[in-house]
């Protein structure tokens, strides 16, 4: 008996019923409310308009929806309606200050001398094809790097010590890590102002900013690194230690090693966390214009304090500069976190094409005529 | 074996020898405050293969843990009585652990050969990992020696240098048997090593510990009985009542065992009745 | 032969004290990895510390009144956080207002509402909205809400104030008597506090047994239903920390409302009215004019700040890891 051909049965989807309702809702609640704003209410104001479209639009939908549903039906669409609204709030959100930063920042940002200018020896009125941004980044490169250079491996160690140690402190340290992650920035400016400029001395710089970062920076550094370490499967740390080895010889040659790409997301996002720091960097690094290449010695600028100072001026050259270096700041962090997402994306223990190579080459043999298609036995990896 | 005359080269025992016998005197063992061993004596004889068969939860797995102190790595695990190797107690407060570890070799019930290594690499991890250096040319030897007694050198000898991981799972249970046989331990303890592989992979796997043995000494955890009587020489049937620590029933020769089993419940087990 | 051996009737064995003697490589390396572990415990208490150092003087010399004073006069000799403290709490409250219901329902809806295809980029576009800088927001905040927020803010006040006495202004009818204001203020810090209280909503929704929810929707129950019964019980300690921890960040945050407010040292029962102050906004914007008791002051300030944050957010791990295994990723 020949069988018609299958025909798949369309499960989910939007109802066309569904569109309908939605549809007559919104242009009716359009409708309504604009009549509302011409005739029956004195003021007009956008926002204002569309928060009493929605509830409007809310109402009629659950009128439309009474139609066909019983009560439960229409008051689960209402919750579904209110739900996806937020949802679309959120991503509005985001879209909106990344647009409206992006479009502020465009007449700065398409001058050259933006980028390798310093505002050093012009005045804030100066039009924007004088001044730039330079000192800025050259502060914010030094004094995240400096910040890298304490709270990474500070941070890892401690990871190590949670997950590998596990010593009676694990949970306390667990616990003001936790509480360290959630001092307020300013808090920790204040902390490295009292001790290193009140109590030692020294001068502002972007030195004691750095220092100022490391206390938002090691909290990141350590909780991420410690999700990462505990994804290394522990059937390796066994067959290590099965072999004889001591528990540093497996930490360094095998946990760390397997968890490299999730370290690395780790302190990716530490810096992405502390790279906008403003607060802590206002009251510890001084304040200048000019280009300082010494970290630790004199006030040093840095892209955050460059927008803070530049969008105080009631200037518009200002503003449009301050604009300008928070899309470089903004550009940043993006490109910082598709890093680590795309790093930290790989199962522990991935290898990429380039590591592969370079592991066939680090055992002494020349790649093998079939190591090309090594990509295609990633298959077997689970 | 010509590695004698490399200066840097600290490998045990390089010259033929006989491999060491294994007894477990009065071995209880404990989680916490629930005990989950029981006064287990059990001899593994020097150069053969000593099965321990039982059902799930009996404390098979417990026990070879305890024959090459993983045991402890757990936290509360605590035991009674020893374990000689040589005749020496690996639990002398005087032994560091990886003293005995590296004498007592270990294969996993699910093979984990390390992801970052290469195939080359990690059957050299024992020594790597271990800080001991060797020249290439030993080194090259010792590889393709451990391959095949593994019975994998043909199968990967041209790609040495892709990851230990892109081989197929019966190809990485043996890389694992080479990687502990590379540091040419006395003893090899294997946790149901073929639980996780298809019938064909299984049996490249018990060739491999037929041709072992002899070169050392095999203590193998199984599920199937088959195996044990194909792979073993000696056999332990361990068993334990619900909620009680398990025990050794009866033990000796592998065709006694099965074939003229002394306790009933032995003659059950091992004739598919239970477990 | 066999040895048949019975279940042993010999006398009970002792345990043995299982002495793992380390090699010194390994002495080296769990002191090594205990000392920072260590020396991150170090750093907390030194925040700690050499905020109460600092801020000892002027604690000594107000007392208690360090607390209820309202004005900041330092140079009169009579200051207090009272105000700063009202003013953080105006801001938190606005905060919370804007952040909870949105943060619920953008919870709700990446969790249980959204296509499959793009649950993953909204889940990476709540992160990235939290790794903004605060400095970006307070643009947006200063150049961008607040524009909008004045019709707002005008028409809530023009019509409701009649009825509800705290929401009238000085002078409704013009704009500026509504710029900078708590109301403001507050709900730009929401925006930033958004992503945070979205985030932990959203992974203890995630955590919901699927079994527990095929089971009422096998029972007949709409996606309304399910959530009601099933995903918002399980995720409720999920949702008071998730509450909490926005609230730590939002009495936290400097900029966004150091850029918005006009500072003011008052009691005020005006939200919509321009002017408030808050801490962390007090401390950005007075530490460069202040020495002496004053800058004594603000550390003083900066340790209320801490210790509120410490305690808020010390609940809230407790409350929220008392529904995560722990296991959760969070890149």
């Known amino acids: 008996m020949a069988a018609t051909a299958p025909r798949k049965v369309k499960v989910g989807g939007v109802s066309t019923e569904l569109v309908l309702h939605v549809g007559s809702a919104a242009f009716g609640a359009l409708a309504l409310v604009w009549l509302m704003y011409q005739q029956l209410l004195p003021i007009t104001g956008t926002i204002g308009f569309w928060l009493s479209w929605y509830a409007v639009f809310l109402v009629l939908l659950a009128a439309a929806s009474a139609t066909t549903l019983d009560r439960i039906a229409v008051v689960d669409r209402i919750v579904g309606a209110l739900v996806t609204t937020a949802g679309a709030i959120l991503v509005a959100c985001l879209a909106g200050i990344v647009v409206f930063t992006a479009v502020r920042g465009w007449t700065a940002l398409k001058h050259v001398n933006f980028y390798h200018d310093t505002t050093a020896y012009i005045g804030p009125d100066a039009s924007l094809d004088q001044g730039g941004i330079w000192a800025a980044m050259v502060g914010t490169l030094e004094q995240v790097a400096i910040s890298m250079i304490a709270s990474v491996p500070l941070g890892i160690a401690t990871a190590v010590y949670l997950s590998e140690v596990r010593g009676r402190l694990a949970r306390v340290v667990r616990t003001v890590v936790e509480a360290m992650s959630a001092v307020p920035t300013i808090v920790a400016g204040l902390f490295i102002y009292s001790m290193l400029i009140l109590k030692f001395g020294q001068e502002r710089s972007g030195f004691a900013a750095s220092l100022a970062l490391c206390v938002s920076m090691i909290p990141v550094v350590v909780t991420t690194a410690e999700v990462v370490l505990r994804l290394v499967p522990g059937g390796l740390r066994e067959a290590s230690l099965a072999l004889g080895t001591t528990q540093w010889q497996t930490v360094r040659r095998v946990v760390l090693p397997t968890a490299r790409s999730g370290l690395v997301t780790a302190v990716l996002l530490g810096v992405a966390r502390v790279i906008g720091e403003t607060s802590p960097v206002l009251l510890v690094a001084g304040s200048t214009s000019e280009l300082n290449y010494d970290a630790f010695h004199g006030p040093q600028v840095s892209l955050p304090l460059f927008v803070f100072n530049e969008m105080r001026l009631p200037l518009d050259q200002a503003i449009a500069r301050a604009f300008g270096a928070a899309v470089v700041l903004l550009v940043l962090v993006v490109v910082l976190f598709g890093l680590a997402r795309v790093i930290g994306g790989k199962p522990p223990g991935h290898l990429s094409r380039r590591q592969q190579r370079r592991l066939a080459v680090t055992a002494g043999l020349a790649p093998a005529p079939n190591a090309v298609n090594v990509g295609s036995l990633e298959g077997d990896m689970s | ?275 | ?331």
């Open chain 2, 1 to 275: 074996m010509t590695m004698t005359d490399d200066a840097t080269l600290v490998l045990p025992a390089a010259q033929p020898r006989l491999p060491a016998a294994l007894v477990a005197e009065r071995v209880s063992a404990w989680f916490g405050d629930h005990q989950v061993l029981e006064d287990v004596d059990l001899a593994m004889a020097a150069g053969e293969v000593t099965a321990l068969i039982g059902p799930s939860g009996c404390g098979k797995s417990t026990f070879l843990r305890i024959l090459n102190r993983m045991h402890e790595l757990v936290p509360g695990a605590s035991l009674a009585g020893q374990v000689l190797l040589d005749g020496h107690d690996i639990y002398d407060p005087e032994l560091r652990p990886i003293e005995s570890r590296r004498r007592i070799g270990m294969v996993f019930q699910k093979a984990n050969p390390f992801p970052t290594m290469s195939v080359h690499d990690n059957v050299l991890a024992g020594l790597r990992l271990t800080g001991r250096r060797t020249r290439r040319s030993t080194s090259d030897d010792l590889v393709e020696r451990s391959l095949r007694s593994a019975g994998l050198w043909e199968e990967v000898k041209n790609r040495l240098g892709t990851p230990g991981s892109s081989l197929s799972g019966g190809q990485q249970q043996r890389l694992c048997i080479a990687r502990a046989l590379a540091v040419r331990p006395d003893v090899l303890l294997m946790d149901e090593p073929c639980s996780a592989l298809d019938p064909t992979s299984t049996r490249r796997v018990e060739e491999t510990i037929r041709s072992i043995a002899g070169e050392v000494t095999v203590v193998i955890v199984t599920h199937n009985m088959q195996q044990a009587h194909r792979v073993s020489d000696h056999c332990a049937f361990f068993l334990a009542a619900e909620g009680k620590p398990g025990y050794i029933v009866e033990q000796g020769r592998t065709e006694d065992i099965f074939e003229r089993p002394q306790d009933e419940r032995t003659s059950d087990y091992v004739n598919g009745r239970f477990g």
């Open chain 3, 1 to 331: 032969m066999t040895i048949s051996v019975d279940p042993p009737v010999r006398t009970a064995a002792t345990r043995r004290v299982i002495s793992a003697r380390p090699t010194p490589q390994d002495v080296t390396f769990v002191v090594a990895a205990r000392s920072a572990a260590i020396s991150t415990l170090v750093v907390m208490g030194l925040i700690g510390l050499f905020l109460l150092i600092g801020a000892w003087p002027a604690l000594h010399q107000q007392g208690l009144s360090f607390i209820t004073e309202w004005q900041w006069l330092p140079e009169a000799g009579t200051f207090g956080i009272a105000s700063l403290l009202w003013g953080t709490f105006l801001i938190g409250l606005f905060a919370l207002v804007v952040a909870v219901p949105v943060g619920f329902g953008a919870a709700l809806f990446i969790s249980e509402y959204a296509p499959r295809s793009i649950k993953g980029s909204l889940i990476t576009l709540v992160d990235l909205m939290a790794a903004v800088p605060s400095i970006i927001y307070a643009m947006w905040a200063l150049f961008f809400l607040q524009a909008h927020l004045l019709t707002v803010a005008q028409w809530i006040s023009v019509h409701f104030g009649p009825v509800l006495p705290f929401l009238r202004v000085n002078t409704p009818d013009s704009p500026s008597s509504y710029t900078s204001s708590a109301f403001i203020a507050g709900i730009a810090v929401g925006v930033v506090v958004l992503p945070t209280v979205t985030s932990i909503m959203r992974e203890v929704f995630a955590q919901a047994p699927i079994g527990e929810r095929e089971g009422a929707i096998a029972l007949g129950a709409t996606r309304w239903g399910m959530i009601r019964t099933v995903v918002i019980p399980f995720g409720r300690s999920g949702i008071v920390g998730g509450i909490m921890l926005g609230l730590g960040r939002a009495l936290g945050e400097t900029i966004v409302v150091y850029a918005v407010i006009s500072p003011m040292f008052e009691f005020t029962t005006h939200p919509l009215q321009s002017g408030t102050n808050t801490i962390a906004s007090h401390i950005a914007s007075r530490y460069s004019e202040s020495g002496g008791v004053a800058l004594s002051g603000l550390l003083g300030a900066g340790l209320v700040l801490f210790l509120f944050t410490l305690v808020i957010n010390t609940l809230a791990g407790i409350v929220v890891s008392r529904s995560r295994s722990g296991s959760a990723t969070e890149i």
